[in-house]
């Protein structure tokens, strides 16, 4: 399985993509390989929790320790007991007989929670305004240096806005990411008003003729009132000057995250109108099962995975391919 | 959005009353709702088996004594065993008797590692030590920055050698430093990684085994789920740590992850970390970790920063002022200053038990409506403050026209204070107020 980033936005043309320099020096790998070995370290403890129970039998005590092991992946109580209930009356019904089947129902049951709506990144405007939300850690500075190198390298031209005026250093981290990418990066001092920032980026975007301007906002806790509000206002911001913007408010959420990460999406959406998730920092032992309680509960599409720091680890993301390496094969053979 | 395990055992057991001991049946009921709570607050599912098991143990065929309902009972069974599994006692850092004594911040990106730093170098300036900090992440872009800002911010020194040194040298020479400054703490923070980074975690263990720590903290952001377990085992066994440090906890997690990491490691959490100012963090208390967990507050808490914050001559004589019922704006001033000293009103409320935190969320707290205040009553005369009596209409003008407001707000502030005169004086009367946060509103 292979992907083009240029079907991952839309308002790309097919035929943009060049092939990258650094891309080649990274090392570009498929997705489905360089995901699976992030993920491949996190599928394992799942697998042997569930190889012991799945080998011959479906019993009582095989149902509770499947309960168990998504619960331990963070895919929450709710989400958790509506594929159990799902799974329990396939098995009922005789549709799924022995492990076997039993897997691939899993991931079917599994992957059909995730929300249906446009995994893709819409940049069919001129310009395009991508808000990049989310709470403090989760990733969004890198995230914005990611995206904005694949925007590059299908032909597009980004602008980037530092908005995070909060936090000690944040403004040299994304211009930072500006100099690696090869990409103009909009920003004040430390302390000045991200409202007055983000008039600024777009009034550049707009004098300079880029296509999409990707705003990075301050970490904030979704508890904090006053900081929602900020977030809101830089909202209507940008709406006096892009009326139809933001074309993409995206959430990071840390793949580590536990139930919180349900209270951060509902919040932030209440807030901005959150239109997906960049689910990051999949390349640990975290299974980022909350990806499923959200997309499943807030029906907000999972957009794009963090792997890794390096420019090449974003990948866009595919529920059939996520739920497959969750519940991996191996669940079968490392008995 | 999350029921708290209190109101849930309360739902479960409400209707119990008079029952006298609690049944199998209530035991197992009791036994599910705790296991739903403990999971929702992400506490690992291991961990959660175990508990539950030595809850049912506990709580199976206890006397439920007259005074307690029977889901009160179980409170107290689940809140002694929380405080018993996180340690019963404060857990303090360990001061070297030959300074400087080396503190060593580990943890994963993002979970707030050089924030952490700075926190703890305030923490530290607070208890009279001279901290140094060192900035040992190299591979952030801008980390190096983020930790000269915090040090600018709070005067205290950084030690740095730039992004292209090799951290282990770096910290060795960051406490040669301290050593020759005469600095009696050196905070070393670390570049943040994946516990599965190899290199990484080497060379966390080689800085360790050539810098020594006295401390080896690892910092662990409270939303974290599940996998808490893995990358507090992983840092157990690479680096040995010393303690833990909590962050993020001015957010909604329940926090789950102290009960597992401490669980796994056996390693006491030292510090909670609240809030983005530099004040916002504390020594850990696991009686008041338990409650957070239970959703039951945090009164222990909220009472240790009044005592910090609250200068306590300036306390006397207010107290003494009172008993007279001499109660003045320029009193009124103090008061209102000492309370903003605490921390945000919102940080403040939800420290306060009974107030249900998902209620809180939506009580908006305006620090604002006290700077308007504090206008308003900078813009009176001394002689107004003291005698609020003389102000009449013109000077009602004059006060609002001076302050920015309106004259309704300056109305509105003085009926407060005529109020708060008649409550202070039930104070000194020896009559407590029923609620003493109506003053400011609420």
Redesign the interface.
């Known amino acids: 399985m292979s992907y083009n980033w240029s079907e991952v936005f839309v308002g790309v043309s097919p035929t943009a993509e060049v092939e990258p320099a650094a891309a080649r020096e990274e090392g570009r790998k498929g997705w489905f390989r360089s995901l699976k070995e992030g993920l491949s370290?996190s599928t394992k403890?799942l697998a042997q929790q569930l190889s012991a129970i799945l080998v011959d039998r479906i019993d009582e005590d095989a149902w509770e320790r499947i309960e168990?092991a998504l619960?331990?992946?963070?895919i929450?109580?709710s989400s958790t007991v509506a594929i159990v209930e799902k799974l329990e009356q396939m098995a009922d019904a005789g549709e799924v007989r022995g492990p076997a089947e039993l897997v691939a129902a899993l991931r079917r049951v599994t992957a059909e929670l995730f929300s249906t709506k446009d995994t893709r990144i819409d940049v069919a405007h001129s310009p395009a305004v991508i808000l990049m939300t989310g709470?403090?850690?989760?990733?969004k500075t890198t995230t914005i240096g990611k995206i904005a190198w694949h925007l590059k390298n299908v032909g597009k031209q980004p602008l980037l806005v530092a908005a995070d005026t909060?936090?000690?250093?944040?403004v040299?981290?994304l211009v930072?990411?500006g100099r690696r990418v090869d990409v103009d990066v909009i920003h004040q001092d430390?302390g000045s008003d991200p409202g007055a920032v983000v008039f600024d980026g777009l009034s550049a975007a707009m004098a300079r003729g880029s296509d999409v301007v990707i705003i990075d906002t301050a970490g904030r806790?979704?508890?904090?009132?006053?900081l929602m509000r900020e977030l809101e206002k830089m909202v209507r911001v940008i709406r006096k000057q892009v009326t139809d913007a933001p074309h993409e408010t995206l959430i990071t959420i840390?793949a580590?995250?536990?139930?919180?990460?349900?209270?951060?999406a509902?919040l932030f959406r209440e807030a901005v109108g959150v239109t997906g998730v960049v689910l990051t920092?999949m390349?640990?032992?975290?299974?980022g099962?909350?990806a499923v309680a959200v997309s499943h509960e807030l029906d907000l599409p999972i957009k794009l995975i963090g792997v890794g720091e390096k420019m090449t680890d974003l990948q866009p993301f595919d529920a059939a391919g996520f739920t497959e390496l969750l519940f991996s094969d191996e669940i079968l053979k490392a008995s | 959005?999350?029921e708290s395990l209190s109101d849930r055992l309360q739902g479960a057991l409400g209707g119990l009353k008079g029952h006298g001991k609690l049944t199998d049946t209530d035991i197992e009921r009791v036994a599910r709702e705790i296991r739903?709570a403990l999971?929702?607050?992400?506490v690992?599912?291991k961990v959660v088996?175990e508990f539950v098991a030595r809850i049912k143990e506990r709580a199976l065929g206890a006397e439920v004594l007259e005074s307690l309902t029977p889901a009160q009972q179980v409170i107290k069974i689940v809140n002694q065993e929380l405080t018993t599994l996180m340690g019963s006692t404060a857990n303090k850092l360990a001061f070297s008797s030959r300074p400087p004594t080396v503190v060593m911040m580990v943890g994963?990106?993002?979970?707030?590692k050089?924030t952490a730093c700075g926190k703890l170098a305030n923490f530290l300036l607070g208890q009279g030590k001279s901290p140094l900090l060192v900035a040992g992440d190299v591979y952030?872009?801008?980390?190096v920055?983020?930790?000269?800002?915090?040090g600018a911010?709070l005067n205290v020194p950084v030690y740095d050698e730039g992004t292209d040194a090799d951290p282990v040298d770096i910290a060795e020479h960051g406490v040669a430093r301290a050593r020759e400054d005469g600095r009696d703490v050196v905070i070393i923070d670390t570049a943040g990684r994946?516990?599965?980074d190899e290199p990484l975690m080497e060379e966390l263990a080689r800085i360790r085994r050539n810098v020594k720590p006295h401390n080896i903290l690892l910092v662990v952001?409270s939303?974290?789920?599940?996998?808490?377990v893995?990358?507090a085992q992983q840092f157990q066994d690479k680096v040995d740590l010393d303690g833990i440090v909590l962050t993020?906890l001015?957010?909604?997690?329940?926090g789950?992850?102290a009960l597992s990491v401490r669980a796994v490691t056996g390693r006491p959490v030292k510090f909670v970390s609240t809030g983005?100012k530099l004040d916002g963090f504390e020594y850990f208390h696991p009686d008041r970790m338990a409650s957070r967990i239970l959703g039951m507050g945090d009164m222990l808490s909220l009472i240790e920063k009044a005592e910090q914050s609250l200068d306590a001559q300036q306390a006397a004589e207010l107290e003494r002022r009172l008993l007279k019922s001499q109660f003045t704006f320029d009193d009124f001033m103090d008061q209102l200053q000492q309370v903003r000293k605490m921390g945000s009103l919102?940080s403040i409320l939800s420290m306060i038990p009974g107030l249900p935190t998902a209620k809180l969320?939506n009580l908006?707290v305006d620090?604002k409506a006290f700077d308007r205040i504090q206008a308003i009553i900078q813009s009176m005369t001394p002689e107004e403050r003291r005698h609020p009596d003389i102000i009449g209409g013109s000077r009602r003008r004059r006060i609002a026209v001076g302050s920015g407001s309106d004259i309704q707000a300056v109305n509105q502030l003085l009926n407060q204070f005529k109020q708060m005169q008649k409550m202070m004086k039930q104070i000194g009367s020896g009559r407590m107020p029923k609620n003493p946060f109506q003053m400011f509103g609420m």
């Open positions: 370290r403890a168990e619960i331990g992946a963070d929450g109580v709470v403090n850690g989760t990733g909060f936090r000690a250093a944040a040299e981290q930072e990411w430390r806790l979704h508890t904090q009132v006053n840390d580590t995250t536990g139930q919180n990460g349900l209270v951060q509902r920092k390349d640990g032992t975290a299974k099962g909350i | 959005m999350f739903l999971l929702e607050a992400d690992n599912f088996k994963l990106q993002g979970s707030g050089t952030r872009p801008a980390a920055d983020q930790l000269k800002a915090l911010q994946l516990h599965i952001d939303m974290t789920g599940q996998d808490a893995n990358v993020k001015d957010g909604d997690a329940r789950g992850a983005e919102q969320r908006q620090d």
